[in-house]
């Protein structure tokens, strides 16, 4: 029987190679029904995980240690939807989005389809060597995706981007090389038997080193100086993506960590990963609030929002409750941020630049774009019924439960500002007056109701939560 | 003051690595007894190569998935809007124009030997490849072979051919087991199979990073 | 101590020095430099602390063999990378980034 966990990574790469061969510029169809396929795959791995629990695949038949198994559990699962359903109308989107032609465009689809391909890689892994080299393609993708189209200000927030996601990376090989070397193995299944709080000091070093370059991956603060050159001066669909997607996935691995083989020795970070995190929203959604720039702006959004992320690990305990406020932050801001990106790029195409001064007006010429824009503002601000609500109403309810008041203090406090900058761009559009002279081009259907649809998507995912939550259970009970 | 933050910092970090790694007990698990015991149904001799394309292919297969993607992004690059071209060395020089025109069918001579004693000893595509773009770019130094423009059709497939080589006979084992499941009896050929295109496109691969630029 | 603890504790070495310098060095090229000096510390690391056993393992030389394609690949891009900034804007350095 086929298997549908291998084939979410055999087929981005093949359309991956398509496309490049298709030639410069072609393989949106390719991609498309690439992406739509996986779906599917996705879909099917959700469905068979609600019937019968993990599902795995010995790669080669050899089974861990020897060999590199695939898993998936609730988390994956959920992961992997995400995944698959942000990509599809992203890739709709950026069909419209480049013009024919355009330069940009040329190795925008091979360079997808290798982002998808490394992610969906991550999302399914129970290596640590392997996850090493899912890593390095997510990363090397994400940088190539934000350079293509190669103005000055791009390649130098790439660089900026490649720098910091190869010492990441690197560190996190060294924590590996570390296990290796204490242990004989990399396979978290074997692994987490095998350590407990009296391992020897290496393992712990090796641990943080790990953390510490995943989270230099995730942008926390203080290492989130490259997200916003990077996600800002990237063509539209690219920040989606990253924003969207390339951050969770090192989010995801720390989480994995975390919860798997790190769990006996992780209550010493947990309360500086909080307090990181809480710098982390007050100070993106200061820069946020300040900045000029539309995209930077957005960019500005998510390191705020990937605060909310780290509040998650001193509260992760007995009761599944934080771990079900992460998870539903991640579902709900990976497809809110995409929203977010796509109708900013809407709002670019019309006025050709990039300043939030410029969105004057556009309330009677884009509503539906400007309807999406709000739709994904409600998830970050955290307003009913929308996924960010539900998430952010968990992390209270976890905090509360645990006498935590300081972190309610602070999520409150994130979803005023956060209100501030999203009312920031809305007023702009609504209550000023527009200057008919800046005004070039219809702007295509596409874009503004994928960009709509992603919004939707964020809000009924709040409405629908404690279902996909359900999915987060699987996988739960067993000692992973 | 920045420095002298990270210097004194990254000194702490050594001194507790090493500190630590003093201190190792011996390894719970050994990998290298599993490894010796499973080499008949690996379809290879040396053990590196089995488990570089036998027990970890898909490590492997991921790997090559991060070279392309690293030339992807190198084209991506080089080719938006006017090329700067690096000044080529005088094509004048007689003597290493002579010199490399002897040594670059020895390189392709090393590089088929490597390919094929890779099931035997330390070897491979990889090392075939490397010995492949080498002789290319010594060509392209010497003045013989002119840097790369956009890639045609023929140059795309033959970059990517290894890749979706090893794609195909990945998805073709899944039709039958687990992916990347060689049937011990026929694992020897898929192995030399891959290992032929892998390393035919690496060598495109290596050498196009460098051309594409140039 | 073995052979293998000292190719270890010099991989350490390396990589510390590696990422100082990836931290601190403004020129590009010899931050990719750095970069490489930080992979090869990790490989040594590998390699040396399985060598502390007796037998020969050969897992983590096909890890090395991998990490090592990887480290080409993301110095290749750093590289096409770093010559397409120069080529634009006439300097090897990484602008200061606006605000902090």
């Known amino acids: ?480 | 003051m920045k420095r002298m933050a990270v210097v004194l910092s990254a000194a702490i970090f050594s001194f507790a690595m090493i500190a630590a790694m003093l201190e190792l007990p011996t390894p719970v698990v050994n990998l290298s007894d599993v490894v010796a015991a499973q080499m008949a149904a690996s379809g290879v001799h040396h053990p590196v190569t089995a488990v570089l394309l036998n027990f970890r292919g898909y490590d492997t297969l991921l790997e090559i998935a991060v070279l392309l993607l690293a030339l992807f992004g190198v084209l991506a690059v080089a080719i938006s809007g006017t090329k700067e071209t690096v000044a080529a060395p005088s094509p004048a020089d007689a003597v290493v124009q002579t010199l490399a025109r002897i040594a670059a069918p020895l390189m392709v001579l090393a590089a088929v030997y490597l390919l094929w004693i890779g099931a035997h000893r330390a070897g491979g595509a990889f090392q075939a490849g490397a010995v492949l773009a080498a002789g290319a770019v010594l060509l392209h130094l010497a003045g013989l072979l002119p840097g790369w423009g956009p890639p045609g059709i023929r140059l795309r497939v033959g970059l990517v051919g290894g890749f979706l080589v090893f794609l195909a006979v990945a998805g073709a084992m899944l039709a039958q087991g687990a992916l990347l499941q060689y049937p011990p009896w026929q694992a020897g050929y898929l192995i030399l199979l891959i290992e032929a295109c892998l390393g035919m496109s690496l060598g495109l691969i290596l050498a196009g990073l460098f051309l594409f630029l140039s | 101590m073995s052979a293998g603890l000292i190719f270890a504790c010099t991989g350490v070495l390396l990589f510390t020095m590696g990422v100082a310098g990836v931290v601190l060095i403004d020129h590009l090229v010899r931050r990719i430099l750095a970069f490489n000096l930080m992979g090869s510390g990790v490989f040594l690391v590998l390699v040396g602390l399985a060598q502390r056993t007796d037998h020969l393992d050969p897992v983590p030389q096909a890890m090395v063999l991998t990490g090592i394609v990887v480290a080409l690949a993301a110095t290749a891009l750093a590289l096409a990378l770093a010559r397409r900034l120069f080529a634009l804007t006439g300097k090897c350095t990484l602008p200061e980034v606006d605000d902090d």
């Open chain 1, 1 to 480: 029987m086929t298997d549908p966990l291998a084939w979410l990574v055999l087929l981005p790469l093949l359309w991956a190679c398509g496309a490049f061969l298709l030639g410069p510029g072609r393989g949106a169809w390719l991609a498309g029904t690439g992406v739509a396929l996986q779906l599917f795959c996705a879909l099917l791995v959700g469905g068979s995980l609600l019937e019968g629990g993990i599902r795995t695949h010995a790669i080669g038949g050899w089974g861990a240690p020897l060999g590199i198994d695939l898993a998936a559990d609730g988390l994956a699962a959920i992961m992997l939807l995400l995944t698959q359903l942000v990509a599809l109308p992203l890739m709709l989107y950026a069909r419209t989005y480049f013009a024919a032609g355009d330069a940009t465009a040329h190795y925008f689809w091979p360079l997808a389809g290798m982002l998808l391909g490394g992610l969906n890689a991550l999302f399914l892994s129970t290596d640590l060597f392997n996850l090493y080299v899912t890593l390095e393609i997510v990363g090397l993708a994400s940088v190539g995706l934000v350079v293509t189209g190669g103005d000055a200000r791009q390649i130098a927030a790439g660089l900026r981007y490649l720098l910091a996601t190869l010492v990441g990376s690197s560190m996190y090989l060294l924590g590996v090389a570390l296990l290796y070397g204490v242990y004989g193995t990399v396979s978290i299944a074997t692994l987490g038997p095998l350590i407990d709080s009296a391992a020897p000091r290496a393992v712990w070093l090796a641990a943080g080193l790990m953390l510490f370059g995943l989270m230099l991956k995730t942008a926390l603060f203080p290492f989130h100086y490259w997200l916003p050159p990077a996600h800002g001066s990237a063509p539209a669909p690219v920040s989606a993506l990253l924003s969207a997607l390339v951050v969770k996935a090192s989010f995801y691995l720390i989480l994995r960590l975390w919860l798997g083989p790190f769990l006996p020795m992780s209550a010493a970070a947990a309360w500086l990963a909080a307090l990181l995190g809480s710098v982390a929203i007050l100070w993106g959604s200061w820069h946020a609030i300040h900045t000029e720039r539309l995209k930077e702006l957005v960019a500005y959004s998510t390191v705020a929002q990937l605060g909310y992320l780290f509040l998650v690990f001193p509260l992760l305990g007995p009761d599944e409750i934080a771990l079900q406020a992460g998870t539903m932050q991640v579902v709900a801001h990976g497809l809110a941020k995409a929203a977010m990106f796509a109708a900013t790029g809407v709002f670019i195409h019309l006025n050709g630049r990039d300043a939030v001064a410029d969105v004057a007006g556009v309330a009677g010429r884009l509503p539906v774009t400007l309807f999406a824009f709000a739709l994904a503002g409600m998830t970050l601000m955290g307003l009913p019924p929308s996924g960010g609500f539900l998430a952010k109403w968990l992390l209270i309810h976890a905090a509360l439960r645990q006498g935590h008041w300081w972190l309610v203090v602070v999520i409150i406090a994130g979803s005023l500002l956060a209100a501030v900058y999203v009312f920031r761009v809305l007023r702009q559009a609504f209550l000023v007056v527009p200057d008919e002279r800046r005004r070039h081009g219809a702007v295509p259907r596409m874009l503004e109701w994928t960009a709509f649809f992603l919004a939707a998507a964020s809000v009924a995912v709040g409405l629908r939560g404690m279902e996909i939550l359900r999915l987060l259970a699987i996988g739960r009970q067993v000692p992973a």
